[in-house]
């Protein structure tokens, strides 16, 4: 319950940040609707080309399996291009200074030759734990424990590309370094928000559910406000997210919070214990000290 109670504090603390310069929402807006451009580019090819499926009837023509080589790669860049603009400008942010989507836009695309062999990675593995969890039961649970970790150590590759501009092996090992240091943190995180997000998205279902029961009338009305519902969650949700993982990511590297999260005890709320590195204990939470020399 513990931490439970701290994702909630760090949601609020990240959406007084959102608060203060809400230009933030609109970085995933753009990203949301360079998303869907890309997505309607491969539908036209698809449709205007007529690749369907092969003389068997059951897979795709040779080029439908280059196209959508292309579409995991250029979808995974999109994601990766925007979650970086976010990370610029929550960055920026918490300084304290002001910033634009333009700006942030910018810093992203100043580090492009990062982003699109990391975008190469993430598509890579995307696909591998998709194949697998497309599989029988064991298959697909083996993929989803793949999903999980690869999520939680890759946490911060975002924010350790863009602001120590380094390329996906160096993010993988720093990442892989920082994790052990805020392991609690991440998890519960990532916990945290996604409850959120179900807990905020109810009153969409709520509202759908009302509309099946009232008629078709009131159902078409009712979806079309629980779509809109949903996707300003998803904004929000995705800004929020982009903030606190900013935020834990400076917190793992320089030992204190930035100062919009001074109020949180990183260090104590996600207590745990753990073995250092000559065999005795060490402290809790984030830091003990000698854990900022490795």
């Known amino acids: 319950m513990t931490r439970i109670r701290t994702s909630w504090e760090l949601a609020k603390v990240s959406w007084g940040v959102l608060k203060s310069d809400r230009s933030l929402l609109w970085i995933p807006v753009f990203g949301a609707l360079a998303t869907l451009g890309v997505l309607g580019v491969l539908g036209g090819l698809f449709a205007v080309m007529g690749i369907d499926s092969g003389s068997n009837g059951d897979t795709l023509a040779p080029f439908g399996y280059v196209l959508i080589v292309f579409a995991y790669l250029a979808l995974a860049f999109v994601a990766v291009f925007f979650q970086a603009a976010l990370v610029s400008a929550a960055n920026a942010r918490l300084d304290g200074r002001d910033t634009s989507v333009g700006e942030a836009i910018s810093a992203a695309g100043s580090k492009v030759h990062r982003l699109l062999p990391w975008?190469?990675?993430?598509?890579t593995v995307s696909f591998i734990i998709n194949q697998l969890e497309r599989q029988e039961l064991i298959g697909a649970l083996i993929g989803s424990l793949l999903g999980a970790a690869w999520n939680i150590l890759t946490f911060l590759a975002i924010p350790i590309i863009v602001i120590e501009d380094v390329g996906p092996g160096g993010a993988l090992k720093r990442s892989k370094t920082l994790l052990?240091?805020?392991?609690?943190?991440?998890?519960?995180?990532?916990?945290?928000?996604?409850?959120?997000?179900?807990?905020?998205?109810?009153?969409?279902?709520?509202l759908v559910a009302i509309g099946a029961a009232a008629g078709t009338a009131l159902l078409v009305v009712t979806i079309a406000i629980a779509v809109v519902w949903v996707a300003i969650v998803t904004v929000v949700l995705t800004a929020l997210d982009g903030i606190f993982r900013t935020a834990l990511y400076r917190y793992a590297a320089e030992g204190t919070p930035p100062p919009a999260f001074a109020g949180v005890d990183f260090e104590h709320a996600f207590r745990r214990t753990r073995r250092g590195a000559r065999g005795g204990a060490t402290g809790t939470g984030g830091f003990s000290g000698r854990g900022m020399t490795d």
């Open 119 to 123: 975008a190469i990675v993430q598509a």
């Open 180 to 206: 052990g240091r805020t392991w609690g943190e991440n998890i519960s995180a990532q916990l945290g928000f996604g409850l959120l997000g179900f807990v905020a998205i109810l009153p969409a279902a709520l």
